[in-house]
């Protein structure tokens, strides 16, 4: 039985996160009516797809804003600086440009009908409220739950209305410009090598959030830590036949939309089109000896965790039936995705 859908009150440690846009009646009145309803669809679009991202849950929409709620408190945050990089990105800066103010407040909430209720939605809400353009405000238990969330600043204690007592605010910080920070997770039962594409990634920017030593290990961690993507050997304990490339066709099976990159030994053609029959794109085959080349194997990350492809030339020619061709690491081209998508099917 669906106890939330059939009117269950539940109570549940929650993140609340809410969003709004500043000025958004003046701002959209001057663009027209088509014009607004596109802006108006593409602004919702980008924070879905950030809730999504970050494994949170929409409640409803309010006026020019959502609800959404994060089991994470990190979570929530992350989610919220990356609205307001998606926002900043779309609108762009200027006095005419949308732009949104966030509130989070993290606590027991009532659960029921779908919606949420009490203390903890209230200050979200009033945070939301009490934040400048383009400002992030949360609450100190939410700061609290995300381990003390690097680069917050004190706001103060801010009295918001309908609650009885003042509230410890602090300001997360986002920089506009900055690259979305790829979140990842790593699959080698070789803990040398596992440890040496660690270092790789971090100092290339990616941030490596787990590792595992087996597929069920990956599976646990994709769960819990929500990553951008997945990294995993194709051959893995206890058998060393298929592990890892049953556990990428798994995840993309729970998550389309997550990035997959398996690595292997050596080309296997029949590997890359099991993988590629998940979907087309956030999806690569790479060889492990790319890893050597850190700036290639992090753009190759980069790529495949944005939804783009990174594939061995190789592969794709022997897929294709053309020449086999080394050296070179590929993005599937809009007709051969085509092609393969039909071939894989």
């Given at each position: 039985m669906d106890h939330e859908a059939s009117g269950y009150m539940a109570l549940r440690t929650l993140t609340i996160l809410f969003t709004d846009v500043v000025r958004s009646t003046e701002v959209l009145a001057a663009l027209g009516d088509r014009e607004a309803e596109r802006i108006r669809l593409s602004h919702y679009a980008d924070l879905r797809e950030q809730i999504e991202r970050f494994a949170g849950t929409e409640v409803?929409?309010?006026?020019?804003?959502?609800?959404?709620?994060?089991?994470?408190?990190?979570?929530?945050?992350?989610?919220?600086?990356?609205?307001q990089q998606a926002s900043h990105r779309r609108m762009g800066p200027g006095p005419d440009a949308l732009t949104i103010r966030i509130g989070l407040s993290s606590g027991d909430v009532r659960v029921e009908g779908g919606d949420c209720h009490g203390t903890t939605v209230v200050a979200a809400s009033r945070l939301c409220a009490a934040a400048s353009a383009g400002q992030v405000l949360m609450s100190s238990t939410t700061r609290t739950l995300a381990h003390g969330y690097k680069g917050t600043e004190k706001v103060g204690e801010l009295e918001l209305k309908g609650l009885p007592e003042p509230i410890e605010t602090w300001e997360a910080p986002w920089a506009?410009?900055?690259?979305?920070?790829?979140r990842a997770v790593l699959a080698d039962?070789?803990?040398?090598?596992?440890?040496?594409?660690?270092h790789v990634l971090e100092e290339a920017g990616v941030e490596v959030v787990g590792q595992a030593d087996d597929a069920e290990g990956l599976l646990?961690?994709?769960a819990e830590l929500h990553p951008d993507i997945a990294i995993v050997d194709v051959r893995m304990p206890p058998t060393f036949t298929s592990e890892g490339l049953d556990a990428a066709e798994r995840l993309r099976a729970d998550h389309p939309r997550r990035g997959v990159l398996v690595l292997s030994q050596s080309v296997e053609s029949h590997s890359a089109s099991r993988l590629l029959a998940t979907g087309p794109r956030g999806v690569g085959y790479l060889l492990k000896e790319r890893v050597t080349d850190v700036r290639q194997f992090a753009d190759a990350v980069r790529r495949?965790?944005?939804g783009g492809t990174a594939f061995e030339g190789s592969?794709?020619?022997?897929?294709?039936g053309g020449d086999q061709r080394d050296g070179e690491i590929r993005e599937l081209t809009e007709a051969e995705t085509r092609v393969l998508e039909d071939r894989v099917a």
């Open positions: 409803k929409t309010l006026g020019d804003g959502l609800m959404a709620t994060f089991t994470a408190a990190q979570d929530a945050i992350e989610c919220a600086t990356a609205m506009p410009d900055a690259p979305a920070k790829v039962d070789a803990v040398l090598l596992r440890e040496g594409i660690a646990r961690l994709a495949v965790a944005a592969v794709i020619s022997s897929m294709l």
